[in-house]
Nanobody
Framework: QVQLVESGGGLVQAGGSLRLSCAASGRTFSNVGMGWFRQAPGKEREFVTG????????YYADSVKGRFTISRDNAKNTVYLQMNSLKPEDTAVYYC?????????????????WGQGTQVTVSS
């Protein structure tokens, strides 16, 4: 079992930045792949970015490439999402997820554990 708790969401103006954090507990954190997803009202949950167990591999959705950065600190059991140049279309609930597959996965079904989500709202 892996328990995930997100933090760092909030309201920000377009062009601003936020950093989300996801604290993990339970199963050995360094053995799991991690990802961030988001879900806007009326839309399906979509992949944002993922990172391998070592942090050596990352993958980003085209919509956030160059603006968002995922990282992890295995000593702190935490994964981060740095979001820069935010746009109103980035508004969503952001979810942290863990996959027992140590690599990078880009689909909802590849992840085994989910956090409760944190709201990010970007005003125009």
């Amino acid at each position: 079992q892996v328990q995930l708790v997100e933090s760092g969401g909030g309201l920000v103006q377009a062009g601003g930045s936020l950093r989300l954090s996801c604290a993990a507990s339970g199963r050995t954190f360094s053995n799991v792949g991690m990802g961030w997803f988001r879900q806007a009202p009326g839309k399906e949950r979509e992949f944002v970015t993922g990172i391998s167990w070592s942090g050596g591999s990352t993958y980003y959705a085209d919509s956030v490439k160059g603006r968002f950065t995922i990282s992890r600190d295995n000593a702190k059991n935490t994964v981060y999402l740095q979001m820069n140049s935010l746009k109103p279309e980035d508004t969503a609930v952001y979810y942290c997820a863990a996959s027992i597959t140590p690599g990078v996965a880009g689909t909802v079904g590849a992840y085994d554990y989910w956090g409760q989500g944190t709201q990010v709202t970007v005003s125009s």
